[in-house]
């Protein structure tokens, strides 16, 4: 029964923690990021932009802020999209994107890919602001953190560890 109580806690929270992050959201923006590690202190980073808004409202554009003063490498944008720091070689510690026509925004519910550039040290997770524009016209803006896109091996092994350490309890409790 114990075991039963516990699996059904561990759904439940698992459930939670989907949703939550989405619950009052609007507007709002998840990025996700790659790393991929090009030797003697480079780091390049691919970008996904999440428009996760929920009234409607399409992304824009978006700006990353560096730490520190940052050499970085822009890489071509997606159709439609420009960016004033991001194209070239540059030094500074933002970069940013945008789109000027509405017919290449990112629309509530969808994603769009392609955002890459090589910096000058590791990067990892970073600060963003997100901006959007609704169908009347109205402007708005979002802040937030971009995250590392999970492993899908590492995301299964961790799970499979969770379920024998689970059962491996439940079979010593019953012995």
Same mark, same amino acid.
């Given at each position: 029964?114990?075991?039963?109580?516990?699996?059904?806690?561990?759904?439940?929270?698992?459930?939670?923690?989907?949703?939550?992050?989405?619950?009052?959201?609007?507007? &709002?923006? &998840?990025?996700?990021?790659?790393?991929?590690?090009?030797?003697?202190?480079?780091?390049?980073?691919?970008?996904?932009?999440?428009?996760?808004?929920?009234?409607?409202?399409?992304?824009?554009?978006?700006?990353?802020? +560096? !730490?520190?003063?940052?050499?970085?490498?822009?890489?071509?944008?997606? !159709?439609?999209?420009?960016? %004033?720091?991001?194209?070239? %070689?540059?030094?500074?510690?933002?970069?940013?994107?945008?789109?000027?026509?509405?017919?290449?925004?990112?629309?509530? /519910?969808?994603?769009?890919?392609?955002?890459?550039?090589?910096? !000058?040290?590791?990067?990892? !997770?970073?600060? +963003?602001?997100?901006?959007?524009?609704?169908?009347?016209?109205?402007?708005?803006?979002? &802040?937030?953190?971009?995250?590392?896109?999970?492993?899908?091996?590492?995301?299964?092994?961790?799970?499979?560890? /969770?379920?024998?350490?689970?059962?491996?309890?439940?079979?010593?409790?019953?012995?």
């Amino acid at each position: 029964m114990k075991l039963k109580n516990l699996l059904m806690t561990t759904v439940v929270l698992a459930c939670m923690l989907m949703f939550v992050s989405t619950a009052f959201a609007s507007p &709002s923006a &998840s990025i996700l990021y790659n790393e991929t590690n090009l030797g003697s202190g480079s780091y390049q980073y691919d970008y996904i932009f999440n428009n996760t808004s929920t009234a409607g409202e399409s992304l824009y554009k978006v700006r990353f802020y +560096f !730490d520190i003063l940052s050499t970085t490498t822009g890489s071509p944008l997606p !159709d439609g999209w420009f960016g %004033t720091v991001w194209t070239g %070689t540059n030094t500074n510690t933002f970069v940013n994107t945008m789109s000027i026509n509405q017919n290449d925004y990112i629309a509530a /519910g969808n994603s769009l890919g392609g955002f890459s550039f090589i910096i !000058d040290h590791q990067l990892g !997770d970073s600060d +963003f602001a997100a901006e959007f524009n609704n169908a009347q016209g109205n402007k708005f803006a979002f &802040s937030g953190t971009t995250t590392v896109v999970p492993e899908p091996v590492s995301t299964i092994l961790f799970l499979a560890g /969770g379920a024998t350490l689970a059962v491996r309890r439940y079979v010593r409790r019953r012995i």
